[in-house]
């Protein structure tokens, strides 16, 4: 904390007129805030999947970063487009997935919100009533990594990837969402056995160094 704090008072405490002090109060009350808000999201995720419980209805998650699935200037509003074909949408913070339960085979993935995203996609495959959408960038090189270990998550159940770029119109990608749309809404669910990554041979990590 302090650190942030002292990075936080260099760059503002001048601008605005503020004193360390101030700006350390102002970051602590901001991580309550936000603490409060990320639970009443999950609430709200647990709840709306209750419902799904109780009602047997399919349900798309929109996975991926939030600058493409929050923002529907980028996403071109599909998240909002796909609740008007009538299906319920959920963003995937909103999932109450606990990142501490990540598949050990993927603890070492560099990217934090990369591993929200496959912890998602292990809740996702878990739950019978939930199905992905995936919203990428062209050329991210992170999620060139990301897709393929989701895909090897999500196994026989169907999951769709977007890759949005500034050369995309919706009619498209809509087009491509309802057909997405008809597969899970006959797809039956078979039993498969739980997914595995084997362990790298001993002695490997060594020899990538």
């Known amino acids: 904390e302090s650190l942030t704090v002292a990075n936080l008072h260099h760059a503002l405490g001048g601008p605005l007129q503020v004193t360390h002090s101030q700006i350390r109060r102002a970051w602590r009350s901001a991580r309550v805030e936000q603490a409060a ?80 995203i496959l912890c998602a996609a292990e809740f996702i495959r878990d739950h019978p009533n939930l199905f992905a959408i995936y919203l990428t960038n062209f050329s991210c ?29 919706d009619a498209g990608y809509l087009t491509r969402i309802e057909a997405f749309l008809d597969v899970i809404d006959s797809w039956k669910p078979h039993r498969q056995p739980p997914f595995h990554i084997p362990a790298p041979p001993s002695g490997a990590a060594d020899a990538r160094r």
Do not use: C
């Open 37 to 116: 808000f990320e639970g009443r999201r999950k609430e709200e995720g647990s709840r709306i999947l209750a419902e799904i419980e109780r009602t047997g209805e399919k349900a798309v998650v929109v996975m991926g970063r939030p600058y493409n699935t929050l923002d529907l200037g980028a996403n071109l509003g599909l998240p909002r487009k796909i609740s008007e074909l009538g299906l319920t949408v959920i963003p995937m913070d909103m999932l109450p997935y606990r990142p501490e339960r990540l598949n050990p085979s993927f603890s070492d993935t560099y990217w934090q919100y990369g591993q929200h």
């Open 141 to 169: 090189g992170p999620d060139s990594f990301l897709l393929t270990f989701v895909d090897e998550i999500m196994g026989e159940k169907p999951s769709l990837t977007i890759e949005l770029d500034e050369h995309g119109g």
